[in-house]
């Protein structure tokens, strides 16, 4: 009698997970995975419809040359640049009086405020 109300139990056991498995539809709409793309379809463009498509935007690149500089020769540009006040961070030395750092580019010019004349440059880090 142990041995029938246990194995009625164990049967319980295993078939309560198999019946409620069945219960599922067989057919159930499965969710959009990763790797599937999915692509709308637009109508082709007629000449009259030009005015309703949207235009793209061409971005062009910019390319910087390098310009390498010279002790005594005058920047004229140097005003537009904005003066670099704590040289010591990043490695400059001190600025003489009427002097001052600006840094241009990847490039640190130490000018003469009165007439732009670069006394100094290093290469920035």
Same mark, same amino acid.
């Given at each position: 009698m142990k041995r029938l109300v246990l194995s009625a139990v164990a049967f319980s056991f295993l078939a309560a997970p198999v019946m409620q498995a069945q219960a599922a539809p067989m057919v159930a709409p499965a969710?959009? $995975?990763?790797?599937?793309v999915q692509v709308d379809w637009k109508k082709p463009v007629?000449?009259?419809? /030009? &005015?309703?498509?949207?235009?793209?935007?061409?971005k062009k690149k910019v390319v910087v040359h390098k310009?390498?500089?010279?002790?005594?020769?005058?920047? $004229?540009n140097w005003r537009r640049h904005q003066a670099v006040r704590d040289y010591h961070r990043h490695?400059? /030395? &001190?600025?003489?009086?009427g002097q001052e750092w600006i840094r241009v580019g990847n490039d640190y010019l130490?000018?003469?405020?009165a007439s732009g004349i670069i006394g100094a440059m290093i290469a920035a880090r």
């Open positions: 969710a959009p $995975s990763a790797n599937v007629r000449h009259d419809d /030009r &005015r309703h498509v949207e235009r793209r935007v061409v310009r390498h500089w010279k002790r005594g020769e005058r920047y $004229s490695g400059l /030395r &001190r600025p003489g009086p130490l000018v003469g405020i």
